[in-house]
Protein backbone atom coordinates (compact mmCIF):
# COMPACT_ATOMS: atom_id res chain seq x y z
CA UNK A 1 0.00 0.00 0.00
CA UNK A 2 1.21 3.20 -0.84
CA UNK A 3 0.01 6.68 0.98
CA UNK A 4 0.20 9.71 -1.23
CA UNK A 5 0.14 12.66 0.46
CA UNK A 6 -0.09 16.15 -0.12
CA UNK A 7 0.64 19.80 1.58
CA UNK A 8 -1.56 21.90 -0.38
CA UNK A 9 -0.36 25.29 -1.16
CA UNK A 10 -2.04 28.60 -2.91
CA UNK A 11 0.46 27.90 -6.39
CA UNK A 12 2.80 25.15 -5.06
CA UNK A 13 2.13 21.92 -3.30
CA UNK A 14 4.22 19.14 -1.95
CA UNK A 15 3.38 15.75 -2.56
CA UNK A 16 4.61 12.20 -1.12
CA UNK A 17 4.44 8.58 -1.85
CA UNK A 18 5.25 6.29 1.15
CA UNK A 19 5.17 2.62 0.89
CA UNK A 20 4.23 1.23 3.73
CA UNK A 21 4.84 -2.53 2.40
CA UNK A 22 8.59 -1.51 1.16
CA UNK A 23 8.75 0.36 4.34
CA UNK A 24 10.45 3.33 2.09
CA UNK A 25 9.96 7.27 1.20
CA UNK A 26 9.39 6.61 -2.04
CA UNK A 27 8.71 9.74 -3.70
CA UNK A 28 8.22 13.98 -3.24
CA UNK A 29 8.29 16.89 -4.76
CA UNK A 30 6.82 20.25 -5.01
CA UNK A 31 4.89 21.39 -8.26
CA UNK A 32 2.23 24.07 -9.44
CA UNK A 33 -0.77 22.91 -8.08
CA UNK A 34 -1.94 22.33 -11.79
CA UNK A 35 0.86 19.39 -12.30
CA UNK A 36 -0.50 18.02 -8.55
CA UNK A 37 -3.53 17.76 -10.59
CA UNK A 38 -2.48 15.67 -13.60
CA UNK A 39 -0.58 13.45 -11.04
CA UNK A 40 -3.59 12.40 -8.85
CA UNK A 41 -6.14 12.06 -12.15
CA UNK A 42 -3.67 9.72 -14.01
CA UNK A 43 -2.62 8.03 -10.80
CA UNK A 44 -4.21 4.38 -11.19
CA UNK A 45 -3.48 2.58 -7.17
CA UNK A 46 -6.30 2.08 -5.50
CA UNK A 47 -4.49 3.23 -1.76
CA UNK A 48 -5.15 6.60 -0.06
CA UNK A 49 -4.83 10.23 -0.63
CA UNK A 50 -4.18 12.44 2.74
CA UNK A 51 -4.78 16.37 2.06
CA UNK A 52 -4.41 18.91 4.61
CA UNK A 53 -8.00 20.28 5.25
CA UNK A 54 -7.36 23.82 6.27
CA UNK A 55 -9.36 25.12 9.23
CA UNK A 56 -10.73 28.42 11.22
CA UNK A 57 -8.76 29.77 13.79
CA UNK A 58 -11.56 32.97 13.73
CA UNK A 59 -9.17 35.27 12.16
CA UNK A 60 -9.58 37.05 9.11
CA UNK A 61 -7.52 35.22 5.90
CA UNK A 62 -6.16 36.73 2.93
CA UNK A 63 -6.20 35.50 -0.54
CA UNK A 64 -4.37 32.57 -0.35
CA UNK A 65 -5.74 30.84 2.19
CA UNK A 66 -9.09 31.05 -0.29
CA UNK A 67 -7.00 29.75 -3.22
CA UNK A 68 -5.23 27.07 -1.24
CA UNK A 69 -9.08 25.74 0.00
CA UNK A 70 -9.58 25.84 -3.42
CA UNK A 71 -6.93 23.50 -4.84
CA UNK A 72 -7.70 21.12 -1.65
CA UNK A 73 -10.71 20.48 -3.32
CA UNK A 74 -9.25 20.11 -7.14
CA UNK A 75 -7.00 17.43 -5.24
CA UNK A 76 -9.91 15.54 -3.36
CA UNK A 77 -12.08 15.63 -6.65
CA UNK A 78 -9.14 14.65 -9.16
CA UNK A 79 -8.49 11.66 -6.86
CA UNK A 80 -12.09 10.62 -6.00
CA UNK A 81 -12.76 11.14 -9.87
CA UNK A 82 -10.67 7.81 -10.21
CA UNK A 83 -10.33 5.70 -6.16
CA UNK A 84 -14.26 6.16 -5.12
CA UNK A 85 -13.66 7.57 -1.80
CA UNK A 86 -10.05 7.11 -1.24
CA UNK A 87 -9.10 10.72 -0.38
CA UNK A 88 -9.04 11.64 3.23
CA UNK A 89 -8.77 15.61 5.18
CA UNK A 90 -6.78 15.72 8.35
CA UNK A 91 -6.48 19.37 10.00
CA UNK A 92 -3.55 20.39 11.23
CA UNK A 93 -4.82 20.34 14.52
CA UNK A 94 -5.24 16.63 14.29
CA UNK A 95 -1.98 16.01 13.01
CA UNK A 96 -0.16 18.30 15.79
CA UNK A 97 -2.50 16.50 18.49
CA UNK A 98 -1.76 12.71 16.96
CA UNK A 99 2.44 13.72 16.67
CA UNK A 100 3.10 16.03 19.33
CA UNK A 101 -0.04 15.39 21.89
CA UNK A 102 -0.39 19.25 21.86
CA UNK A 103 -2.20 20.98 19.64
CA UNK A 104 0.10 24.26 20.16
CA UNK A 105 2.62 22.59 18.73
CA UNK A 106 4.69 24.43 15.54
CA UNK A 107 6.57 22.89 12.77
CA UNK A 108 9.63 22.59 14.74
CA UNK A 109 7.68 19.86 17.16
CA UNK A 110 6.12 18.44 14.06
CA UNK A 111 9.26 17.67 12.26
CA UNK A 112 11.25 16.32 15.67
CA UNK A 113 8.10 14.06 16.11
CA UNK A 114 8.68 12.12 12.98
CA UNK A 115 12.64 12.20 13.28
CA UNK A 116 12.33 10.51 16.51
CA UNK A 117 10.05 7.95 14.34
CA UNK A 118 12.28 7.21 11.52
CA UNK A 119 15.18 7.41 13.64
CA UNK A 120 15.43 7.84 15.78
CA UNK A 121 17.25 11.21 15.67
CA UNK A 122 18.12 13.18 12.76
CA UNK A 123 21.72 11.60 11.87
CA UNK A 124 19.55 8.42 11.35
CA UNK A 125 16.28 9.33 10.40
CA UNK A 126 17.96 11.60 7.63
CA UNK A 127 21.40 10.90 7.57
CA UNK A 128 24.05 12.13 4.99
CA UNK A 129 24.97 12.02 1.22
CA UNK A 130 26.86 8.80 1.46
CA UNK A 131 24.62 7.22 4.63
CA UNK A 132 21.05 8.45 3.38
CA UNK A 133 18.52 7.60 6.19
CA UNK A 134 14.89 6.99 5.08
CA UNK A 135 14.46 10.91 5.13
CA UNK A 136 17.20 11.60 3.31
CA UNK A 137 16.14 14.67 0.71
CA UNK A 138 12.77 15.79 1.98
CA UNK A 139 12.19 19.73 2.52
CA UNK A 140 10.52 22.24 3.14
CA UNK A 141 6.52 21.44 2.70
CA UNK A 142 7.72 17.36 2.46
CA UNK A 143 7.94 17.74 5.89
CA UNK A 144 4.23 18.16 6.50
CA UNK A 145 3.13 16.11 3.97
CA UNK A 146 5.05 13.21 5.62
CA UNK A 147 3.07 14.01 9.07
CA UNK A 148 0.00 13.65 7.00
CA UNK A 149 1.11 10.16 5.77
CA UNK A 150 2.16 8.96 9.14
CA UNK A 151 -0.57 10.01 11.05
CA UNK A 152 -3.13 8.38 8.44
CA UNK A 153 -1.19 5.53 8.80
CA UNK A 154 -1.08 5.22 12.42
CA UNK A 155 -4.67 6.05 13.15
CA UNK A 156 -6.22 3.28 10.27
CA UNK A 157 -3.51 1.08 9.69
CA UNK A 158 -1.48 0.62 12.77
CA UNK A 159 -0.50 -2.88 11.19
CA UNK A 160 1.43 -1.10 9.16
CA UNK A 161 3.43 1.05 11.17
CA UNK A 162 7.37 -0.30 11.31
CA UNK A 163 8.70 3.24 12.97
CA UNK A 164 9.24 3.26 15.99
CA UNK A 165 6.13 5.06 18.08
Same mark, same amino acid.
Given at each position: ????? /???? =? #?????????? #? #? $?? !? @?????????? *???????? !?????????? *?????????????? @? /???AGRFYQA????? *??????????? /?????? $???????????????? $??????????????????? =????????????????????????????? /?
Amino acid at each position: MIVTA /VDPG =Y #QQSAILWLDL #Q #Q $RV !L @TGFQTSSNED *IVATLENS !LGTDPLVIEQ *IESFGKPVGREVFD @T /VFWAGRFYQAWNGHH *IDRAVLLSRRT /VKTHLC $RSASANDAHVRQALLD $RFGPGKARAVGLKRTPGPL =YGLSADGWAALALAVVWTERERPDRVWWT /V
